[in-house]
């Protein structure tokens, strides 16, 4: 079981996304107001609050949203989770569609640090039911196609 640490949004692609108390997930859309929502398999970002904090104790000046995640969750290594993995949160559920990304290296985080973990580590799903989730809401596993 996990738990959302973070809820983050922004209105512009290439901006850093700022934590919200709360958002609406709509369903095969993504998150309301959210720039990078949409009918596609990148609908809304996970990064695990762990590897952040690992990565923060390696020096890095980081706050939520700064790579670019929706969501930062306690509780699991969501690059360890097959593609296909099904999440709930509240009514929502979202869909693993695919782990990592191709991170441009002129990333103001991979500029300074010479390391982001955004494209291993971070996480992207499909919104299959949507709802509203907030931060601080239990986060868990539905099913985890292996």
């Not at 973990?117 to 907030?134: A, C, D, Q, S």
Request: some cysteine.
């Amino acid at each position: 079981m996990g738990k959302v640490i973070a809820v983050c949004i922004s209105e512009k692609k290439g901006t850093q996304k700022h934590p919200v108390q709360e958002a609406e997930f709509i369903e095969d859309w993504g998150i309301k107001d959210d720039a990078h929502a949409g009918k596609w398999h990148r609908q809304v970002s996970l990064l695990s609050y762990d590897k952040i904090e690992a990565f923060r104790a390696r020096g890095a000046e980081v706050e939520d949203g700064a790579f670019g995640e929706n969501l930062v969750v306690q509780g699991f290594d969501f690059s360890a989770l097959p593609v296909g993995t099904r999440f709930r949160c509240n009514d929502v559920v979202l869909e693993m569609t695919q782990i990592g990304k191709e991170c441009h290296h002129g990333c103001a985080i991979f500029q300074k640090m010479g390391d982001c973990i955004m494209p291993r580590e971070g996480v992207f799903t499909k919104v299959l039911h949507g709802g509203i989730i907030h931060e601080g809401d239990e986060f868990v596993i539905e099913e985890c196609k292996n």
